[in-house]
């Protein structure tokens, strides 16, 4: 199993950013793909989740209206596009993978499969 993330950097308050998920190893539309975040010195906390199925969403409240998870099936990828970034996004982003429930979510416990971070910065 593998979830790659990429497109991490270094960016300008106010400005964007698109994170990818290429996911392989297992039965991509049999599962909902979360990026969660983890800042420095905090907890990690989930951000968005996409139910690779039926293309149904999930947002954190701080997220709402600035960022926008997608999914391109035949390449079996979610991504994350950031907008609007302020210096508090600042965190290593992480994607993963869990088998459907009834409920789509991004608690940590109903995610299986776990891919390695990719930073991102805002800072001027």
């Known amino acids: 199993v593998q979830l790659q993330a990429s497109g991490g950097g270094l960016v300008q308050p106010g400005g964007s950013l698109r994170l990818s998920c290429a996911c392989s190893?297992?039965?991509?539309?049999?599962?909902?793909i979360g990026w969660f975040r983890q800042a420095p010195g905090k907890l990690r906390e989930g951000v968005a989740c996409?139910?690779?199925?039926?293309?149904?969403?999930y947002y954190a409240n701080s997220v709402k209206g600035r960022f926008t998870i997608s999914r391109d099936n035949a390449k079996s990828t979610v991504f994350l596009q950031m907008h609007n970034l302020k210096p508090e996004d600042t965190a290593v982003y992480y994607c993963?993978?869990?088998?459907?429930?009834?409920?789509?979510?991004?608690?940590?416990?109903?995610?299986?499969?776990w891919g390695h971070g990719t930073h991102v910065t805002v800072s001027s």
């Open positions: 190893g297992f039965v991509y539309d049999d599962y909902d």
């Open positions: 996409i139910r690779v199925r039926s293309g149904e969403l």
């Open positions: 993963a993978a869990g088998r459907i429930r009834m409920t789509i979510s991004t608690k940590e416990y109903q995610y299986d499969y």
